[in-house]
């Protein structure tokens, strides 16, 4: 059994910086592309921003020159630096993982709250 868990999600005025991290554990062979995704009240899930096994990173237009993706291959963690935070990022954020272990298929985390206000 593969889990996902984030953390580090929290309340945060506007221009503060938060990092959120992801810890895959389990029964893992390889991590293959991990993301993270957000779902503000009354919108759809979108995709924020993924980075593949050999580190290659792609942003949503809006969180460009602000967040950052990276991951700990060893350590099976993903993490999300966001700078300049405004409210319209507000949303819960969650983990995903294109994840091998006796099967391979996509893993999702719980969610962690990000609040972005003053």
């Known amino acids: 059994q593969v889990q996902l868990v984030e953390s580090g999600g929290g309340l945060v005025q506007p221009g503060g910086s938060l990092r959120l991290s992801c810890a895959a554990s389990?029964?893992?062979?390889?991590?293959?592309?991990m993301g993270w995704y957000r779902q503000a009240p009354g919108k759809e899930r979108e995709l924020v921003t993924r980075?593949?096994?050999?580190?290659?990173?792609n942003y949503v237009d809006s969180v460009k020159g602000r967040f950052t993706i990276s991951r700990d291959n060893v350590k099976n963690m993903v993490y999300l630096q966001m700078n300049n935070l405004t409210p319209e990022d507000t949303a819960v954020y969650y983990c995903?993982?294109?994840?091998?272990?006796?099967?391979?298929?996509?893993?999702w985390g719980q969610g962690t709250q990000v609040t972005v206000s003053s």
């Open positions: 389990g029964s893992i062979f390889s991590i293959n592309a």
């Open positions: 980075i593949t096994s050999g580190g290659t990173a």
């Open positions: 995903n993982g294109d994840i091998s272990s006796y099967v391979r298929k996509t893993y």
